[in-house]
């Protein structure tokens, strides 16, 4: 017999505080419900709304923030309303404009001392998990927690492994550290609950730039080991070596 699908859920529009609006297509992270996010976001820009001020993700929502001398919250919520009735987002295809980007990144050593016990949580050798991490080609589901940096998923079910229980006291800025199925690339020195199992020398903020954060939501990511020696040759770029192609 074959197996039956679960419906997605419905899209649930919510008042955030006296000017926001959150659109969420799921209470938890999955493929479908943070692709919804990230198209519905890219038609919120699209329609240009008058009164509308910024709209932005999150791992499964779009977030409206607007204007009450130009739109009532009954008004923007009829024209929400109407923007989800027009497709199913969950099949939506993804923004334009999006990236694919290789990161040189070390994996392991003293650079990043926490891929045995990462690996070890996976069910994998050390070898074993730097091959998966790096064959893995991951999406920039939201930007957050610091500017500019991305949680980047989903990995393969092996990396559906917890957060420490206590938290390492500070991770260097572009760490790569992971759990729950998901990578995050620190773009801040910062403490953390995620296991840093790589290291890279890319810089994802720059306050002082036209574009300050380098990733946007809905850019893949694939991470290329390198040594440490060559790590060390590419902090000279402020790029520290990534790469970027255009995805069609």
């Known amino acids: 017999m074959a197996e039956v699908s679960a419906a997605p859920p419905v899209p649930e529009i919510r008042t955030v505080g006296v000017d926001g609006m ?3 297509f799921g209470s938890r992270l999955s493929e479908p419900a943070n692709r919804a996010a990230l198209a519905f976001r890219a038609a919120l820009a699209r329609e240009s709304w008058d009164g509308v001020e910024e709209v932005s993700t999150s791992l499964v929502s779009a977030y409206v923030r607007f204007d009450l001398r130009h739109l009532d ?13 027009q497709r199913d987002w969950y099949a939506a295809a993804l923004p334009g404009q999006r990236r694919l980007w290789r990161i040189p990144a070390v994996f392991g050593t003293e650079l990043a001392p926490q891929l045995p016990q990462a690996a070890a949580a996976a069910g994998m050798s050390e070898a074993e998990a730097v091959a998966s991490l790096s064959a893995a080609r991951v999406r920039v589901q939201t930007i957050g927690f610091a500017p500019g940096q991305p949680y980047l998923g989903e990995l393969p079910e092996a990396w559906d492994i917890p957060r420490q229980t206590q938290l390492t006291t500070r991770i260097p800025e572009g760490a790569l550290a992971v759990a729950i199925r998901q990578l995050v690339l620190f773009s801040v020195a910062a403490p953390t609950g995620w296991m840093h199992a790589g290291q890279t020398a890319v810089r994802l903020f720059r306050p002082d730039a036209e574009e300050p ?10 991470f290329t080991p390198v040594t440490p020696e060559e790590l060390q040759g590419l902090r000279r770029d402020p790029l520290g070596g990534a790469k970027a192609e255009a995805l069609i």
């Open 22 to 24: 959150l659109i969420s």
């Open 73 to 85: 919250h009954a008004a923007l919520r009829a024209r929400l309303e109407g923007l989800l009735a």
């Open 213 to 222: 954060f380098r990733l946007r939501p809905g850019d893949e990511v694939q």
